[in-house]
């Protein structure tokens, strides 16, 4: 059975830092590429950053330069680590893992707000 397990959210005031991770079982990890997504109250869900299987990685244009995703393939386990977070930065976060099926974490919820 297949399960990613979303950690590290909560609350923070604008201008701190997150960091989520990804707990992953039940596949190989490594052999996944992995994408963090978000979604804000009345709005679609939104990708906020990738890593490929090789350790290539991808950021939406409004957290790069904040955001950093990585990936321990020992551990199983994927990070996205989130500063300098703003109010629009609040959102749940989801982890995904592709590659021929795709695997959805059940999110974790991160509130920006002073």
């Known amino acids: 059975q297949v399960q990613l397990v979303e950690s590290g959210g909560g609350s923070v005031q604008p201008g701190g830092s997150l960091r989520l991770s990804c707990a992953a079982s039940g596949i190989i990890f490594s052999a996944y590429h992995m994408a963090w997504y978000r979604q804000a109250p009345g709005k679609q869900r939104e990708l906020v950053a990738g890593i490929s299987r090789s350790g290539s990685t991808n950021y939406a244009d409004s957290v790069k330069g904040r955001f950093t995703i990585s990936r321990d393939n020992v551990k199983n386990t994927g990070y996205l680590e989130a500063n300098s977070l703003t109010p629009e930065d609040t959102a749940v976060y989801y982890c995904?893992?592709?590659?021929?099926?795709?695997?959805w974490g059940q999110g974790t919820q991160v509130t920006v707000s002073s």
């Open positions: 995904k893992v592709y590659y021929w099926n795709a695997y």
